[in-house]
């Protein structure tokens, strides 16, 4: 009895760290496990897929910091400008938040146009920024293959996290 | 009081944002480029490295199985690859193949064109290419008779090589007797003759004696002499009969017993077929002045040819030759003793 109450604390320590995990994971495979041969501008965005998950159904395990950390992970890996994407994700997190209570209603199918608004202004986020403080202008025909990969790919990565939030998280 | 709770963790939740907004305005103002040597970029590099780190195992979960994967593609691939360097090979075998069998009928082609047309051993010998007239091999005579005689320069003690497409060239005999357009040869397996010769890898000297017989005979290597089946025999040019390095035979067998002595007893293949040899080719000899200084500066050792032998010899009748084997007094016995005599000096 004792040992199953050790493995419950456990589990529930762990569980409570899903999301984060399933962000880190998001990033290794959007940064380092697709081939970096692939066509960068068509590596979709699974790191936004899973905030805007998280943050619409489990805003208490996708906090601010988190984004934020995670931001700086993408841009540590990816060797973009520090700050970059820890900026644009953040204040995709505060819209999500500011609209959550709304969107959480609605079914999947209509989340995907948002997926793909909110994909699109990340990326036009990130181009003004750089442009601004770097000096660095991008191409909108490049800018535009990211949010069309991360709208193909969010049926599947959402699918996954649903079946994680609710066989792991929920029920465990 | 809910309602103040939730708009204190509003107003919480917006400074954390501000925070974070501001920090990575400010990071990417200040953020260097990657590798520039500062506070900020050595600092990148340390959190790359612990990110890199920390997420590796995590990773390779993940990327176990798509390396599988690659791993069973490129096998596949490498597969795909074997099969069509298979076929290429194939194919350049099959041709390969073909030119093969050009390559030796142009060998045996220019092997026999330059036996019958050009090959000379030595500048300082001339050659008389003739035709097998008759062959009076018997019980007790291997000999041939060739349509070359005195008139075309040939002497006794000429030296004769048999010219065959199978085997090239060899040693066939000598000459021991001439007429005008006729020259008797005696042969290898002759009882009669008596050939000195060395095995060619090891130098080992000896005496090719003929039984009448296919196989040639080899006499006078000691036991213990290095001697292996398969070893070229050649003439040793001692003697001053035959000219040195002629292929005379490949050893067959080697027996040593109680019964053989202090020597082998060595069979040997000849070079020659006997029995399909067509064409000789005869050796003369070159008188001294004719033979132009730079060639024979050249020739490190020139074969010794003795003087042509002027007196002209009608050919023997069969029944004279037969006497003549027999008896062992006259022509080929003669020569026997005097190779003997040779080789042992």
Known sequence: MTTLGEYTVIASLIIAWIPALTLILAVGIQELVIPLEAWSVFRPDLVLIGLFYWRLYRPDRCTIPLVFAIGLLVDTLSGTALGLNAFSKTFLLLLISRFGRRLRVMEFVYL??????AALLDATLQMVLMSLLKGVYGRWPLLLGRPVATLLIAPLWFSLLIYIHHWWLEKV | MTAVIVLKQQSRQTVLA???????????????????????GNGRDLLQELALDGIGPLLRLFQTPIAASHSVYERIQGWQRI????HKLKLELDRLRSLGVQAEELSLENQRLRLLLGMRPHASVQEVVARIIGNSSSAFARSFLVDAGQEEGVAPDATALGITAQSGGGLLGRVIQTSQHTALILTLPDFNSRVPVLIQRSRVRAIVSGRNKPLLEMEFVPKGSDIRVGDLVVTSGVGGVFPKGIPVGRIQAIAATEETGLFHLISVQPVI?????????LLLQTEPDEVPNEVAEDQATPPKIPAPKTSSQKIPTAEERRR??????H???????ADIQVTQR
């Not at chain 2, 400010?26 to 990657?34: E, K």
């Not at chain 2, 099969?83 to 298979?86: A, D, I, S, T, Y």
């Not at chain 2, 003549?324 to 007094?329: E, F, I, L, N, V």
């Open chain 1, 112 to 117: 995907l146009p948002l997926i793909l608004a």
């Open chain 2, 18 to 40: 501000s925070l974070a907004l501001l920090a990575a305005l400010l990071l990417l103002t200040l953020s260097p480029t990657a590798g520039s040597n500062s506070f900020l």
């Open chain 2, 83 to 86: 099969e069509q360097e298979n």
């Open chain 2, 273 to 281: 077929d006997f029995d399909r040899v067509e064409e000789v080719r």
């Open chain 2, 324 to 329: 003549r084997d027999t008896s062992g007094q």
């Open chain 2, 331 to 337: 022509g080929a016995n003669g020569h026997r003793t």
